[in-house]
């Protein structure tokens, strides 16, 4: 029950390699002139690494207010990704200069769009900065306490920790809840400024719920394979994949009624955002994106024997993180460079992100017992039988 | 009838109920049937019951979200093609039609499929062994078998006893 995360050298040494393809790319893509298209994928790779940490860290507050007693063996894992959210504010502070290249609103010539004066109350570049700094703020104490909390319960045991945790849990949810909300109209939304829609941030949320739970799966599995976990049983799959399959119907339902009120509104205003996406090249992922995050996973996950198998769950995660990219992909590119890009950059930007995360999540995992030993439902966790079945 | 062939092993706590089915089953004792007000999911997986009924309502989904697109398709491109504003005729718009009549299409060829096959019809009788499960018991129904005598099924009615049931009747419903 003690032991910890050991995480190889060569594990290291393979992600320095990638965050280095990654920095490389970066710097090629600013060198050779592609500056909108670079800050692009920054923007891109960012916002998918934060809706990953904090639909993960949403995941943990959820167990913690429902005082679910499946999970309590894995909470560890979403409460390791405090860490990445700091990372994820590191990351995010050369946005802050690249306001000007990529968002239409703080271009100079915004001042003659009537339409974005009236907005500039609200849309001018100290007062997104602020905001985003303010939320950063408030995330990282939530999450950095819950996490110390969850320390302390291991050492010192009792209920005093647990009923904490749950209380923060419900502050975390509160702020998150709302503070995301603006998130999503600062950093995705306001690329279109002319353009908007009420459910744009429900969906940005649900994307975040979604894609953090998948990542949890993904992580439990691959260490169950690597000798993490002994306890995980065929219940706990099926219990994560109950998860990734209730939120691919909430997200394909966001993602539905966004397109089906701006359909049947028809306003031009509106069916600009649908337009560049159905008619102006890109096409193919936005019928990927629907497919690959909704039908994949719906028609996949719904055969019993599937969704208790961890090969099978794993491919899913893996296609999952795919479909994320293609959905951040189109929320991101259309306003900023127009047109489908996929290069080099793309690639080597992603790599790079990539690398980045799963060192740093790996290395945070490693600070800390893998499992919450005095977590006071972790019997009922334990004692989830495997029961075999027959089809 | 005369000859009450079946122990009732009365229980009053789903968990309880859950454990003594497991050391039934373990025993090699053949359970014939579990009664509770709401369902357990466990006992269904130590029983080893099978339905193909998921593939049934699958099937049924299916069939129904085929069919509404199809006549969708017929009535608003072939058929009768009004053009709004611009808009395609085959949309994404179907989906919602498509989307609700998939559930009517699936519940209702369910519920159809379950009681032609559990022959349940208005005004059937369904005896029940013991009243007191619609309620607020769980009663486990093992049926007396050709090859056992008195001596079995006093074993098991002590087994059920041991294993937490608060009363273990005879019945012959």
Redesign the interface.
Known sequence: MDSKLKVSKSFISIMFVLIAIGIITIAAGFIAGDGTRTWANLLLNNFMFLSIVLGGLFWMALQAITQSGWSAGFVRIPQALAVNLMIAFILWIPLFFAIPHLFHWAEPEAVHDAVLVHKSPYLNIPFVIIRTVVFFALWLFLACRIRKLSLKEDEIGGFDSFIKIEFLSKVFIFVLGISIVFVGIDWVMSLEPHWFSTLFSVKIFVSAFYHGAVIITGTVIILNKLGYFPFLTKAHLHNFSKYIFMLSIMWGYMWFIQYLLIWYGNIPEETVYYHIRREGGFQGLFLAEIFINWAFPFLFLMWNRIAKNANALLFTVVVLIVGQYIEIFNEVMPGTIHHVAFGFIEIGTFIGYAGLFALIFAISLSKRPLVAKNHPYLIECLKDEDIEEEY | MNNQNQILGVFDDPDVVTDAVKELVKHDVKIKDVFSPFPLE?VW??L?L?TRM?YAT?IYGALGTASVFAFLYWTSVTDYPLT??G?PHN???F??LMFVLTILSGVVFTLATLLIREKMWPGKNNPLPDHRSMDDKFVIVIEQGRDMDDNDMNKIDELLKQNGAVEVNRSNV
Do not use: A, C, I, R
Request: proline share 7%.
């Open positions: 466990h997986d130590l080893k099978k998921p699958f709004f504003g808009k949309s994404l718009s989906v919602v």
